[in-house]
């Protein structure tokens, strides 16, 4: 104990803490959620609609209103599903910290829990596209990793870049990275359509091709490094950059010692 | 040329002023030591390459900081000739700069000029040489020399007529005609109208006979983007808003600048940026240009349904899809 | 004599017989070269170009120009199964199916970019030192032909691999020799063997690639190279240094142990930077088919600049008669470059046309002293700058929250505006830092040691700077302005007046500077 109350003035300890807390509350969470999946009684359903028209009324409807009719800043939620809200909520990007050109993804304000209330709640307003299951979500059986890449080419990669690392869409919005994203959440994204991105319908990008696009980012998130350091998969700008900071810059670190004279 | 004033005394090369090795045995035998190591360390990285080739499996991963997770087979054979060659290189300089006389010598240049008694036996010489041709009497020998050099040069240029075929109407023609499904890419699945939601997009091409091939150069000119809209969000001619069908409007993929696939739509602003060139396009006024260098809106194709409900090219695209040319002939 | 030493005896004897080579040998050994670390990057092209005749043999060996379409059965697994080009496939199998392969690319690759890279760097240091004037014009030309025969071969070197951005950049390669006008559509027809993408088009640039424009590099090299040594190299202005002489170390041993090391040293570099850092990741890109594109799709960085020119070009195109012609291409693509390139190679005779100057020069000129010419090249580094910044707009966005439309619009407006800044503002730092010569020339260096003087004032102390220091402060020369009266003695017009107005006022701008220090001026100043 006299060991680690040493280490309390660490100037790692806070943050170190934090994670662990952040970490524990994870953990619970997921735990709670679980139980929550595993038992969608009628009951049990109603009483989450309810808690989400709560969460809504506090977070959301200042913007979307208080029917979901949308307002001057905020478009209208009516038929939007839950894999819309799952999507929006579930990555951090609603509620909207700042009125910049587009949500940013970040660390989400709403745990699991709160984000399946919200979803539930505004499903049960009008139908809409709804979240994919667990079952749904069998990229690793149902996809097909080469098709994909095809896919992905045709459908992703203009905005996303090659290597799924995000582009540069007008007027300072932008395709975000599509490293480190859940898969569940990469699907809503092609069924939703949120914010610049087009819908991707099931008849014209099917369930299967939607799993092997899924199958194909996560091969390339996973892919390591096959020919050294990748400088952000970007392409020729970075490697240019480097030739003349690193390349260049040693070839003339050698040449100034060679014909300084030697003592 | 330069006004020059009267100048200061050039002090001439400085003495040569003897390095530590030169005068101290001690130092002279450090640097040498230390050239032999630089040797050694690019004897080492021979055998690190040699070792990485036979040795390291190419599917075996690293973790290096920084850097991330690498291929070790990759990383230590360059390392390795990396080392091999770097340190070889600096033994080499180290040897020169250290060990080997270092006086500077002066050597003195001349004027490039030739002599002008050369040049005047040149000149000379080339007189004789060319008077010996008798351009100025022989009359005829000077006009068919010109056409027969005329001439021969033509033929090598001739050669090279069948490096390609003839452009024709060639950049004119797409795949598609009336009456065309459009089918998606990839899948040729053919698609109903209600197959796309409102803010979706489809690259579609013209449906091929089954398992017949599309040659590249048709890829190149046939994509097509299919965007559905909601009806009232369009703000078009009437005559370019019966080409589009219920909210669903299509333009060629391929960009009026300079060919590159023009498909990032923005669902919101309705816009397509093409990530070549940022020829920004609003899709909701025929593709108009509303920012970056193309001159032209992108070619809208008609299309309508047919008896089963598919979606079909009504007619072909009235301009020729793609960059620019000098033929091309309409705005 | 040793037993060795009279074999080496022998076999010269044997060579010399029949060649007579000891003379001019002999002389060429005794060349002399002198030390400068500004001086290495003409042997940093060099030695690339050889690293890429070396790794470029090795890639040709597995390499398969051929557009046939294969469906690739290779141990990379996103990709099993795709149709695809044989040049593509075979340049995966290169990546991952032979050992070294990959690392052998990179070299190639890495080894591109550092040449493209030292030509620019050797390119500026001749111009900035005026080592382009005479004699040395015709090397200056050969210059710019190597530096675009680089160009060229750089990107049908980067369209090879046959993957999506290489197919890319040769859609756009293919746009813009189809905007030339009347001859623009035959030209692509018969360069693609049809409408694009074609069927012989990899097949012929390979040729073009490995064959023809190396063959024609390796001719004009040597000549480049050889007449470095016949006209002997320039040297930086010094101590004993003069135009009628050449101080530096002999080829032998010296030169020939420290060149030679650094030929090792940039292979070397090459290696550790294609061992550490990839470059062109060929497998992620796919292969290339028309439909497709990835979102920021740029050219290596020597073609960044041209991009970057044809992305801020405006929507300009005429239609008439039948015909188009598309100046948002032509302009930033061929017309602009075209001015640029030949602009660049007259340069020497347009200098040499304003200040009157036909006398040949062996010393360098220090930058600051010739202040128009250094603020030339200033402007015209700008310049590329702004447009390399907006061939990487998309990248800059992403990277640092910024707009694609704000960036064009700035390169749009600063490509008008920075340049000519930039040229007022090195013109002026240029004359500021003669002043500082003038200065350190009369009152030599400050020592920082303050001295309190009877009257009770602290002066602080300067130390004259040494003979050697002065006499590179003040040995350059001053240009003067031309005259050249508009009518001759007898008030008849010369012909060309305005030619002669033009050329009297250029040379005027051209002779402006500070004055430099006299020895009786700093004499007068030591008495007091």
């Given amino acids: 104990m006299k060991r680690l109350s040493r280490y309390r003035r660490h100037k790692a300890a806070a943050p170190l803490l934090l994670i662990i807390a952040l970490l524990g509350i994870g953990t619970t969470f997921n735990i709670v959620s679980a139980a929550v999946k595993q038992t969608p009684s009628a009951l049990e359903r109603s009483v989450l609609i309810e808690e989400g028209k709560a969460i809504f009324l506090r977070g959301c409807s200042s913007c979307h209103g208080l029917n979901l009719e949308g307002g001057a800043i905020a478009p209208s939620l009516i038929g939007v599903g839950a894999a819309s809200v799952d999507f929006q909520v579930g990555t951090g990007r609603m509620p909207m910290a700042d009125m910049s050109t587009q949500a940013a993804r970040k660390e989400p304000v709403y745990s699991e829990e709160e984000v399946a209330a919200l979803a539930a709640y505004v499903a049960s307003l009008a139908p809409g596209p709804a979240i994919p299951t667990d079952e749904d979500l069998n990229y690793e059986r149902d996809g097909n990793l080469a098709e994909g890449g095809v896919l992905f080419r045709n459908n992703c990669a203009m905005c996303h870049n090659f290597a799924g690392q995000g582009g540069a869409l007008t007027q300072g919005k932008y395709a975000p990275t599509l490293m480190g994203v859940e898969p569940k959440h990469i699907y809503e994204a092609l069924i939703t359509g949120p914010q610049s991105m087009p819908v991707f319908s099931d008849k014209t990008l099917t369930p299967e091709e939607k799993l092997s696009v899924i199958k194909w980012i996560k091969a390339a998130e996973a892919e390591p490094n096959l020919g050294g350091a990748t400088m952000g998969r970007v392409g020729p700008v970075t490697e240019g950059l480097l030739v003349w900071v690193l390349g260049l810059g040693l070839l003339i670190a050698v040449a100034v010692w060679l014909t300084a004279r030697a003592r | 040329m330069s006004n020059e004033i009267e100048a200061f005394k050039d002090p001439g090369t400085p003495v040569h002023a003897p390095r530590r090795a030169d005068v101290d045995p001690r130092a002279e035998k450090r640097a040498e030591q230390q050239v032999a190591l630089l040797f050694g360390l690019s004897a080492l990285g021979s055998l690190l390459l040699i070792y990485s080739y036979i040795w390291i499996p190419d599917n075996l991963f690293i973790f290096i900081p920084v850097m991330g997770d690498q291929n070790a087979h990759q990383l230590f054979l360059g390392l390795g000739m990396a080392m091999s060659l770097f340190f070889l290189g600096m033994a080499a300089i180290l040897w020169a700069k250290k060990l080997m006389p270092d006086t500077e010598v002066v050597n003195y240049r001349h004027e490039f000029r030739s002599s002008d008694q050369d040049r005047e036996e040149f000149v000379k010489t080339v007189k004789d040489g060319v008077a010996g041709l008798q351009f100025g009497r022989r009359k005829l020998i000077k006009g068919s020399l010109g056409a027969s050099l005329g001439l021969f040069v033509l033929p090598p240029v001739l050669l090279l007529r069948d490096l390609g075929p003839l452009p024709g109407k060639e950049l004119e023609k797409t795949n598609w005609k009336a009456g065309t499904r459009l089918v998606t890419d990839p899948g040729d699945r053919p698609i109903l109208p209600s197959d796309l939601e409102v803010g979706s997009v489809v690259q579609v091409l013209p449906e091929v006979a089954h398992d017949s091939h599309r040659p590249l150069s048709d890829i190149a000119k046939d994509p097509v983007l299919l965007i559905r809209l909601r009806p009232e969000d369009f703000a078009l001619t009437p005559e370019r808003l019966a080409m589009t069908h219920d909210g669903i409007i299509a333009f060629s993929k391929i960009c009026s600048h300079m060919g590159c696939a023009v498909a990032l739509y923005e669902q919101q602003t309705k816009h397509l940026l093409c990530p070549c060139h940022q020829s920004t396009f609003d899709v909701t006024r025929a593709a108009k240009v509303i920012f970056g260098p193309s001159a032209r809106p992108l070619p809208q194709l008609d299309i309508t349904v047919d008896k089963e409900g598919y979606l079909i090219a009504r007619a072909a695209f009235s301009e020729a899809v793609g960059p620019s040319f000098w033929e091309r002939n309409s705005q | ?312 070009a405006p929507p300009w195109e005429t239609h008439a008669l039948g015909h188009t012609i598309s100046w948002n291409i032509l302009i930033p693509a061929l017309i602009v470059p075209g001015i640029i390139f030949t602009g660049m190679a007259f340069y020497p005779f347009i200098e040499a046309w304003i200040t009157g100057d036909k006398r040949e020069h062996h010393l360098l000129d220090r930058p600051r002293n010739v202040p128009n010419r250094t603020a030339l090249g200033v402007m015209s580094i700008t310049f590329v700058i702004i447009s390399l910044i907006n061939g990487g707009n998309d990248i800059l966005a992403t990277h640092f929250d910024l707009s694609i439309n704000q960036i064009m619009w700035f390169s749009r407006i600063s490509i008008f505006i920075l340049p000519p800044i930039a040229f007022v503002v090195t013109k002026r730092l240029c004359l500021s830092l003669q002043r500082a010569d003038r200065d350190l020339v009369l009152h030599g260096v400050e020592t920082g040691q303050l001295v309190r003087m009877p009257s009770g004032e602290f002066v602080e102390i300067h130390q004259p700077i040494s003979d050697e220091k002065r006499w590179i402060l003040t040995s350059h020369e001053q240009p003067a302005a031309l005259e050249l009266p508009a009518s001759d003695a007898r008030g008849v017009r010369r012909p060309g007046a305005i030619k002669n107005k033009l050329r009297v006022r250029l040379s005027k701008a051209n002779a402006v500077a500070i004055p430099k220090v006299s020895p009786g001026e700093l004499k007068e100043i030591e008495h007091h």
């Fill in chain 3, 1 to 312: 004599m040793t037993s060795a030493e009279k074999r080496l005896g022998a076999a010269a004897n044997f060579v010399d017989e029949r060649l007579g080579a000891a003379s001019w040998v002999k002389k060429s050994l005794n060349k002399v070269f002198p030390d400068h670390w500004s001086f290495m990057f003409g042997e940093i092209c060099m030695y690339s170009f050889i690293i890429l005749l070396l790794s470029g043999t090795f890639l040709t060996l597995w390499f398969d120009p051929s557009q046939r379409e294969v469906v690739y059965e290779g141990v990379y697994e996103p990709l099993k199964g795709i149709t695809m080009s044989a040049a593509y496939a075979s340049t995966l199998d290169i990546s991952f199916e032979i050992r070294g392969g990959l690392l052998m690319r990179q070299i190639h690759h890495w080894s591109a970019n550092i040449f493209m890279a030292a030509i620019v760097a050797h390119l500026l240091r001749v111009f900035f030192t005026g080592a382009f004037r005479k004699p040395r014009e015709f090397n200056w030309i050969l210059g710019i032909i190597l530096l675009t025969l680089g160009l060229v071969e750089g990107l049908l070197g980067y369209s090879l691999p046959d993957d999506l951005l290489s197919g890319t950049g040769l859609r756009i390669t293919a746009a813009i020799v189809q905007a030339i006008p009347l001859v623009g559509t035959y030209l692509t027809f018969f360069l693609f063997g049809g409408a694009f993408p074609g069927v012989g088009f990899l097949p012929r640039i390979f040729t073009i690639h490995i064959l023809l424009l190396p063959g024609i590099f390796l001719a004009v090299i040597t000549i480049h190279v050889m007449l470095v040594w016949y006209q002997k190299h320039t040297q930086f202005p010094g101590p004993g240094r003069t135009e009628k002489n050449v101080v530096g170390h002999p080829i032998l041993p010296v030169y020939m142990a420290k060149a030679g090391g650094f030929f090792f040293i940039v292979f070397g570099v090459t290696a550790f930077l294609s061992a550490v850092a990839s470059i062109n990741p060929i497998w992620l890109y796919g292969p290339y088919t028309p439909g497709q594109i990835s979102a920021g799709s740029q050219p290596d960085w020597y073609m960044g600049w041209l991009d970057g020119l044809v992305r801020m």
